[in-house]
């Protein structure tokens, strides 16, 4: 083997030992943010889809008239894994907020997913 031929090769078997070093960890986390990708997707996918109804009851601590809004001091919601808590939620426009007042005890439905819902009904509290 001559010098030249020497040289080549040794250019060649370099640059591919620098494509091999520099490509596997490359491709190695475009996997990995590829997979990540694609498990937010599902997540988000699942979330939007399994919407729950869930049943409640509480005290109007305060009305949001202006933004349709309601908080609660509510009791335990088993059906989502809430404990008891006070809390702001947005409400339906076709639930009245006018015929509400503050301290009223109510039972309420809520319908969403994740840790966002909305109240979809409310009535007095036997
Ligand atoms: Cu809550």
Redesign the pocket.
Known sequence: MDDAHYTTLRAVLASALISVTLTLPVSGALAQMSDMKKMMNDSKMSDTKKTTTADATGTITALNAANHKIT?D?GP?PAID??????E?AVAPSVDLAKLKTGDKVKFTLSGSGSTYTVQSISPAP
Do not use: D, G, V
């Open positions: 609660f509510h919601i809430w404990p008891a808590m006070k809390m939620f």
